[in-house]
């Protein structure tokens, strides 16, 4: 898929039964309000290789009191003077993996995802041109890889796993390629992205 199909296919809205959330295979365990969400937002970074397409991740440092040596997308926390979701998820790119901002194009967002840690996501949907230079956060990032974006749309390498969390059973997406377990909220997002790129279009008048 090239970035003009994803272009064109962002341009399409998002169904609403394609809401996603920490809670998508474990339903019966979902919060029943959805009040008092905290605002955030992630960039998917789609990278405009000669060879393909690939999606930039990063692998989050073992010291952090969260979600510690987790695969993640560049984000994070709304804060109050960003004015968007796509100048927040620009604003923590910059920050954590030092990619500027003015050679990524947003493209579309994706569908708000909760988390079980009580945020409101929105993954924003921006290409970026192969000649940028990465600066990763030590704090935050220790390691920045790219997976193909055909690995990751193609249904066969979507998984379910399961366990246990705080006491209860839950079940959710993972998408393992080579050394990198990409699962939770992450892969969750992914698929959504799969959704709204490898579904057929809307053509009805």
């Keep these: 898929m090239r970035p003009?199909?994803?272009?064109t296919r962002l341009l399409q809205p998002a169904r609403p039964e394609w809401g996603h959330s920490d809670f998508d295979l474990t339903p019966e365990v979902r919060p029943k309000a959805d009040a008092n969400l905290k605002p955030a937002a992630v960039l998917v970074p789609i990278i405009n290789r000669p060879e393909g397409p690939t999606v930039l991740l990063t692998r989050r440092t073992a010291h952090l009191n969260s979600h510690a040596g987790q695969i993640s997308f560049p984000g994070g926390r709304a804060e109050p003077e960003d004015a968007s979701?796509?100048?927040?998820?620009?604003?923590?790119?910059?920050?954590?993996?030092?990619?500027?901002?003015?050679?990524?194009?947003?493209?579309?967002?994706?569908d708000t995802y909760r988390t079980v840690t009580n945020y409101?996501?929105?993954?924003?949907?921006g290409i970026v041109q192969p000649r940028f230079a990465c600066s990763p956060d030590a704090y935050e990032v220790a390691e920045v890889f790219e997976t193909p974006?055909?690995?990751?749309?193609?249904?066969?390498n979507h998984v379910r796993h399961s366990g246990w969390f705080n006491g209860t059973s839950r079940r959710w997406w993972a998408m393992p390629w080579g050394e990198y377990y990409i699962w939770g909220a992450t892969a969750g997002m992914l698929m959504?992205?799969?959704?709204?790129?490898?579904e057929p279009e809307n053509t009805s008048p």
């Design 4 to 7: 003009d199909d994803i272009r």
């Design 85 to 110: 979701p796509e100048i927040t998820a620009l604003r923590e790119t910059e920050e954590e993996v030092g990619i500027e901002r003015g050679i990524i194009e947003i493209v579309g967002r994706l």
């Design 120 to 125: 409101a996501v929105t993954p924003v949907v």
């Design 149 to 156: 974006l055909s690995f990751l749309l193609d249904s066969r």
């Design 192 to 198: 959504n992205l799969h959704a709204r790129l490898t």
